[in-house]
């Protein structure tokens, strides 16, 4: 088991920029990729940003140019830089680690087995 805690939301105004973090502990010898996930109330949980054992990342299109993961394995933490935030960012933001076996794409809910609780981002105009 991975236990994935989120730092980091807050609120900030349209243009600004936040910082997550995502310390992570427990059995993280399985975790091939990493992985940034935001939600709002009613809608699917949506895939943010991920990133690889090594270094391979991806984004989604909406972020893409404006946000950056990256990650300290020596600390076992995972972070999302968010520049030029805009409103549609605001969400409830979940880290979550994925294994090498599986379907679909890294920024699939479907391929992450380990979640946080989620840190809220909310941007205002």
């Known amino acids: 088991r991975v236990i994935l805690v989120e730092s980091g939301g807050g609120s900030v105004q349209s243009g600004g920029s936040l910082t997550l973090s995502c310390a992570y502990s427990?059995?993280?010898?399985?975790?091939?990729?990493m992985g940034w996930f935001r939600q709002t109330p009613g809608s699917e949980r949506e895939g943010v940003a991920s990133?690889?054992?090594?270094?391979?990342?991806n984004y989604g299109r909406s972020v893409k140019g404006r946000f950056t993961i990256s990650r300290d394995p020596a600390k076992n933490v995972l972070f999302l830089q968010m520049n030029d935030l805009k409103p549609e960012d605001t969400a409830m933001y979940f880290c979550?680690?994925?294994?090498?076996?599986?379907?679909?794409?890294?920024?699939?809910?479907?391929?992450?087995?380990?979640w946080g609780s989620g840190t809220q981002v909310t941007v205002s105009s």
């Open positions: 990133i690889g054992n090594d270094g391979r990342t």
């Open positions: 979550a680690t994925a294994e090498s076996s599986g379907f679909g794409t890294y920024l699939s809910t479907a391929r992450y087995h380990f």
């Open positions: 427990g059995d993280t010898s399985a975790v091939y990729y």
